[in-house]
């Protein structure tokens, strides 16, 4: 079992900065891939990046080159730095994980993230 708790997220001007962080509990935090979704009004839940317990990140096209996930292991914490942000940008995010013993996926409870123009 594994728990996300999200902290950061809120309101910024089109250009923007913000920092998201998740702390996980309850799993080895190290083995497991992390990651961060986004789900938008009206449209579906998509994956804004990953990281893998090797480092390997993947990032959605849309995100790439303003977006850096990253984590810290010894803290149990995964980080979504968001600069140059737009007004695209605007949804609610989501922290995510896949518990490497079962296979389920964990997601952390959703912070809005509200870009201006």
């Known amino acids: 079992q594994v728990q996300l708790v999200e902290s950061g997220g809120g309101l910024v001007q089109a250009g923007g900065s913000l920092r998201f962080s998740c702390v996980a509990s309850?799993?080895?935090?190290?083995?497991?891939?992390m990651g961060w979704y986004r789900q938008a009004p009206g449209n579906q839940r998509e994956l804004v990046a990953r990281?893998?317990?090797?480092?390997?990140?993947n990032y959605a096209e849309a995100v790439k080159g303003r977006f850096t996930i990253s984590r810290d292991n010894t803290k149990n914490t995964v980080y979504l730095q968001m600069n140059s942000l737009k007004s695209e940008d605007t949804a609610v995010y989501y922290c995510?994980?896949?518990?490497?013993?079962?296979?389920?996926?964990?997601w952390g409870q959703g912070t809005q993230v509200t870009v201006s123009s």
């Open positions: 990281i893998t317990n090797r480092a390997s990140t």
């Open positions: 309850g799993s080895a935090f190290s083995l497991n891939a």
């Open positions: 995510w994980t896949e518990d490497s013993m079962t296979g389920i996926n964990y």
